[in-house]
C-alpha cells in the first residue's frame, strides 16, 4: 500500500484543476458494490454508478483481480503486436453484439468519432464527394469537435465553432423527418442516433424501439449506414446487452463505452455487414486502444455480467423499480419511463437542488438531467434488497419535494 496520505479538499482552496465541471463538495474513497463510503466511512447507495460506468458496482473483486494481476504481469506492448486478450476480448464482443469487427478505443466520444470516420469512408468509398449523417435533437456523442458537432445541445456547442460540417439534424422519434432530409440531401450516407437518450433525460422514441426498426428500413431503402450510440445504452444497462437486442434489427455500426470496463477507460466501434472492412491497414489507430491491460478487463467484464446473469437482472430488477415508482408516486405529478437500469423520473418542475438533498438527507447518490428529470443509473447487478432500499429513499425524497 501507499505510504501517501492527501490532506482534506477546502472548500476555498485553490486548485490548479480546469474548472471544467461542477463538482460537488464530498469525495469518496471507498466503494463495495452499489455502496460509496467517505473517509468518515459514512456509506451512500450509489445509484448512479460513475454516470452508468460501474454497471457491476464498485471494486468487484472479479474486476479487481484481474487488473491487479494483469498490472503486475503485463500492461501495454502496442498494436505493433499480436495481443492474445485483445483478440477474445474482440470474440466475447461479437458473440454479445452479434457484430463481425470490433476497433478498441479508450473512450465513448472516440468510440463515436470512429464510427464518423467508418460512414464518411463508406460514403467516400460510394462516390459522395461530401457524405452527410443525420443526428437527434438532444443527442449527446460526446465532447471531441466532431462528436460534440454531431450532439443536439447547443451548450455543448457554444463557442467551439467552426463546427465540424455535414450533420443534419432531425427530432428524436420522427421517422417523417428523416425521410424529409432525405429528399432534401442526396448526400446522406448514414444515421447517428441513440436507442434511448441518456443525456437527453431517459428519452424513449413516442413509439418505443420501433422506431429503430423504421430507422433500419429507411437505411436499407437509402443504402445507408444505421449507426447507434450504446455507449450508455450498452453492457446489460436496459435489460439486454445492447438495447437494440429489445428489436429484431441490427445496426450496421454500433459503438459502446461506459459498462464495457466498469471504471477502467475502454471504448468500442463495432461494425457487420456493409460496414466491415471500411477502415483498414493505417486508416485508424489508437496508441492506448486494447491494451493488454484494457482488453483483459473488457474480456472479464463481460464473462462477469454473463456469469452473474446480469442483463437478465437488469430487466427484472429495474422492471420492479419502475413499477414500484410509479405505484409508490401514483399521486404525484411524476412520469417515470426507461429500461433496466436506465430509469428517469420526470417530475413537473426543475429539481437540480435534489442531487444535494438526496446526498445530504438521504445518502443516496442520483443525477438530475435535462433540468427536472431524476436520473437512476444503479448497478445492473443491484439485488431486490438493494432496490427496496433504493425506493426507500427516493420515494422519501420525493414526496418531501412535490
Ligand atoms: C457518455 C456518452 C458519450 C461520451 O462518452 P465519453 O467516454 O465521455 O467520451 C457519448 N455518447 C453517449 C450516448 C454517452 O452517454
Known sequence: MTDITLAPIQPDQPSHLMATYGRQAISFVRGR????YTEDGTEYL????GIAVCGLGHAHPVIAEAIAEQAATLVHTSNLFEIPWQTAAAQKLAEVSGMEEIFFSNSGA????GAIKIARKFGTQQGVRLPKIIVAEQSFHGRTLATLSATGNKKVQDGFAPLVNDFIRVPFGDVEAIQEAALQHPDIVAILIEPIQGEGG?????????YLEEVRNICNQHN???MLDEIQTGNGRTGKYFAYQHTNIVPDVLTTAKGLGNGFPVGAVMTQGKAVGLLGPGSHGSTYGGTVLGSRVVYTVIDTIQKENAVENAAVVGRYIVDQLRAK?????????GFGMMIGIQLPKDCAELVAIARDQHKLIINVTAGSVVRLLPPINMTQAQADDLLERLVALINSYL
Open 329 to 337: 408516486l401514483a399521486d404525484k405529478n411524476v412520469r417515470v419511463r
Open 33 to 36: 458494490g452499489a455502496y460509496l
Open 46 to 49: 450509489d445509484a448512479l454508478t
Open 202 to 210: 431517459i428519452n424513449t422514441a413516442p413509439q418505443g424501439f420501433s
Open 224 to 226: 445507408w449506414l444505421m
Open 110 to 113: 472516440e468510440s463515436n468519432e
